[in-house]
């Protein structure tokens, strides 16, 4: 099957480096533009605000009878233009038109704007105008004891519109200087940065190609050794699965190699007997109840080893509201036909569980019949069930204390129990059962210090679950 193509964004097939340093590239070009932009405005209304205040000083000064009256004998002061850059031009606005200019271009750029001052309609204007293909500032100001006319004072814009294209010529070569240095340094912290990421991802493929699940080296306390952190504990449940793993196809194979080797052996007497007709019917009888008996031990051996391979299981089990009393009841009823002899004392209290009744059912089975198998003739085993634990107590020789830490291990089998049948994995899958369910399982003496006593507790309640609900 071939895997499902996914479509991702053209810079995510980038290196994660060369996206830091775009990335901080764009923001550091982003930041200059915005600063050398508001600079350059900044300049430029500074600027125009220091000409339009000059050029109002002067034209207020020129507006009056004194100095007109020398514009009109074609005498211009300096003290009252400042500037040889600097038109003037004398407006009537009940003419409409100039009574005296400097320059004819100056008296023809004059309009509205500059009317409206001459009528007393705005007390001052300001605007830029073009003369000789050259940019002024044209402020004009009302004539002292004239009505109707206003001064036009003209001053060119040239050098400052010099001065601003120096200053955005600078702050551009400082903006991409700016951005070719926040390149630099992005590359050079994504490099430095990104080197234990890089070392984490050299070391995990490492461990994809060789398989050896070593941990890898910590360093640090930021998110690359949290990172680090997790894929060691990662490492080291895969390799404690694997060490299970291990463990259970070497117990499985140690555990066949009996009966296999047995039932191997009683075959070739048998096969021997048909060709010899030396064996006697009695014999070939045993020789067949003993192969019999090996595969119904390798049966259960089979069995069981399928059911704690359950643990991880490929297929989503059954999980549904559980009644533990009918469970333990049925469990009950199997193993008594089982064990014939024993008799079993069963009190239960009602108590629901959400999990899988086969499961739990097979659990306090194994239990039952651990309790059956070490029980003597005519012993009784008695079964309690409250609170969500379930006592098995026998009355058989007990659990020695050597043994008590390992009944719960996989074909782990006691000095005295070698002998009886069984697999070793019973007591394992009644735990698996138990962590699966959330709950828990004790092994300890039994009722008035006889007989060996197992708990298997799993969390639930004491309604069933609709009537939880309704209430």
Known sequence: MRPIAT??????????????????????????????????????MQSME???????????????????????????????LGAGDVMLVVIDADLGRALATTDKAASDQVGDTEYRVARGQDSWSARTVTIHGVRYRAVAVPVQDSAGEALVLSQSLAST????????LVMLLFGLAGMISAALAGWGVARN??????????????????ERL?????????EVARLSTAFNAMLAALSASQARQRQLVADAGHELRTPLTSLRTNLDLLA??????????ESRKELLDDVRAQISEMTTLIVDLVELARDDPSAAPSVEPVELAAVVSQAVTRVRRRAPTVHFDVHTDPWWVTGDAAALERAITNLLDNAAKWSPEDGRVTVALSQGTVVVSDQGPGIADEDLPHVFDRFYRSAESRGMPGSGLGLSIVKAVADRHGGEVQAGGGLEGRGAAFRFHVPGTMAPPEVLARS
């Not at 590239?25 to 930041?31: E, H, I, L, Q, R």
């Open 272 to 281: 021997q007997a048909d060709t010899s007709a030396k064996l006697s019917a």
């Open 193 to 210: 940065g990104l080197r234990p990421v890089r070392r984490l991802t050299t070391r995990v493929e490492d461990i994809a190609r060789t």
């Open 50 to 80: 220091s000409i339009d205040r000059s050029l109002h000083t002067r034209a207020a000064a020129a507006a009056k009878p004194g100095p007109l009256t020398a514009l009109a004998q074609r005498q211009v002061p300096a003290w009252a």
């Open 161 to 168: 519109d010099r001065m601003l294209g120096r200053l955005g």
């Open 214 to 222: 070593d941990p890898i080296p910590v360093e640090g306390r930021d």
């Open 7 to 44: 479509w991702h964004p053209p810079h995510y097939r980038r290196s994660l480096a060369s996206r830091v340093t775009l990335l901080t590239t764009m923001a550091v070009g982003f930041v200059v533009t915005a600063v050398a932009f508001a600079a350059y405005a900044t300049v430029r």
